[in-house]
């Protein structure tokens, strides 16, 4: 099994950063990529910012996110400036990784991300 854990999240301003943090452990063969999502109330799971063979955005954060990730530490983060309330949302740290032979999705558990004066 593979446990995905999110941390990071919080209430902050308009104009504002936030740093989110993520890290997958357990009986890992190989981590394909790994990645952010977010949902907002009422509307649908998207994608913000994905790694793997390439890197990632949605336009909506292009010049304001950036993901990182540490290949030897099983870990992503997501470096968040210039928030805008309508980036509130539950964020989703999101994981495609091989246990056996056959690539798999694991989501963590979910940080919220709060922007509002």
């Known amino acids: 099994q593979v446990q995905v854990v999110e941390s990071g999240g919080g209430l902050v301003q308009p104009g504002g950063s936030l740093r989110l943090s993520c890290s997958a452990s357990g009986s890992i063969w190989k981590i394909i990529a790994m990645g952010w999502y977010r949902q907002a109330p009422g509307k649908k799971r998207e994608l913000v910012a994905t790694?793997?063979?390439?890197?990632d955005y949605a336009d909506s954060v292009k010049g304001r996110f950036t993901i990182s990730r540490d290949n030897a530490k099983n870990s992503v983060d997501l470096q968040m400036n210039s928030l805008k309330p309508e980036d509130t949302a539950v964020y989703y740290c999101n994981v495609v990784a091989q246990v056996t032979t056959t690539p798999l999705n694991y989501w963590g558990q979910g940080t919220q991300v709060t922007v509002s004066s």
């Open positions: 790694s793997g063979r390439s890197t």
